[in-house]
């Protein structure tokens, strides 16, 4: 069985600091990567997509990197602001999820 | 936000009742999915839909049927709620293909009691 685990499950930080989120997947034959925030109550908004031939994605404060053959993605979080709180979520696009990193930036 | 649209956003319902949730999308995507999300198990994908009447099952996709017969409209059906389906059900689109992100609707919580 595939699996997608996210380490650690829970990360609390104090403002302003620099921060990665860990994914480990199973399946090295993936076609991407994606990963999400989840706010409470809410539903999962896209953040990056990592293709297959990448090895990194940007999006502003969000660089998300992808090693096929570790079978290992890591999201970066630069300059941490307390509205980046929330549950990071990665998807091996084979349609399986980490159980995520619910992340809580301290003001 | 990706046009998707889940309904009924809330319901309660009785054991052993049937129950249909709609995912309707305005994006034309192939691909479209439905997902359960539960505390200690993260998101567990039940079935998607590769097509208009093309559909596949997913890793927890007993008790559970599904149909799309326009590519706007995937409808996933409890056919006997249990207790055990209480949870938040979350469709998707897009996905399934290389190079092409996922995008989520808001989720409907059924609560079967």
């Known amino acids: 069985k595939q699996e997608v685990t996210q380490i650690p499950a829970a990360l609390s930080v104090p403002e302003g600091e620099n921060l990665v989120l860990n994914c480990s997947f199973t399946d090295s034959a993936i076609y991407n990567l994606q990963w999400f925030r989840q706010d409470p109550g809410k539903g999962l908004t896209s953040l990056l997509l990592?293709?297959?031939?990448?090895r990194e994605q940007t999006s502003g404060r969000l660089n998300a990197s992808l090693d096929k053959s570790s079978g290992r993605s890591t999201l970066y979080i630069a300059a941490s602001q307390p509205g980046d709180s929330a549950t990071y979520l990665c998807e091996d696009n084979n349609l399986f999820f980490g159980t995520g990193t619910r992340l809580t930036v301290i003001p | 936000d990706a046009g998707i649209t889940q309904s009924p956003r809330h319901k309660v319902t009785e054991t052993g009742t049937p129950v249909t949730l709609r995912c309707h999308q305005t994006?034309?995507?192939?691909?479209m999915y439905w997902y359960r999300q539960d505390p200690g198990h993260g998101l567990r994908l039940i079935h998607y839909?590769?097509?208009?009447?093309?559909?596949d099952k997913g890793e927890v996709s007993d008790g559970y049927s599904v149909s799309r017969s326009k590519t706007e409209d995937f409808l996933l059906t409890l056919e006997s709620a249990t207790s055990s389906q209480t949870s938040v059900y979350f469709c998707a689109i897009g996905g399934g293909q290389k190079n092409t992100e996922a995008f989520f609707g808001q989720g409907t919580r059924l609560t079967v009691v």
């Open positions: 839909s590769y097509g208009v009447k093309d559909t």
């Open positions: 994006e034309n995507h192939r691909y």
């Open positions: 990592i293709q297959s031939s990448q």
